[in-house]
């Protein structure tokens, strides 16, 4: 079973910055875990989950929803399975729990069901 810690979510003004992570292990070795691709989705109240960006782990390739795009950067550091959502000029609109997400087989990035595993989520507020 594959375990993902996130953290870095809090109360921010609007045109503040965040940055989240989110590390993968296996829950009972401890040791890193290695997907296919780490993504993040965020929940609003009232709302769907929606995708926010992806990241696939060999290429390097990243996708980002479009709402995001030139605000929030994904980065990731494959030695130790951990992804970074660097979220610049935030927006009250930007106010979610973020998901972290990891993909074990080559999948579509933008789809919720496509993911294997779940972190607990991080709240992000973004006052105006």
């Not at 929803?65 to 009250?92: E, H």
């Amino acid at each position: 079973q594959v375990q993902l810690v996130e953290s870095g979510g809090g109360l921010v003004q609007t045109g503040g910055s965040l940055r989240l992570s989110c590390t993968a292990s296996r829950r009972t070795s401890g040791r890193t875990f290695s997907s296919n691709a780490m993504g993040w989705f965020r929940q609003a109240p009232g709302k769907e989950r929606e995708f926010v960006a992806a990241v696939r782990q060999n290429s390097g390739y990243t996708s980002y929803a479009d709402s995001v795009k030139g605000r929030l950067t994904l980065s990731r550091d494959n030695a130790k399975n951990t992804v970074y959502l660097q979220m610049n000029n935030l927006k009250p609109e930007d106010t979610a729990v973020y998901y972290c997400a990891a993909q074990a087989t080559y999948s579509n990035l933008t789809l919720a069901d496509k993911y294997d595993y779940w972190g607990q989520g991080t709240q992000v507020t973004v006052s105006s």
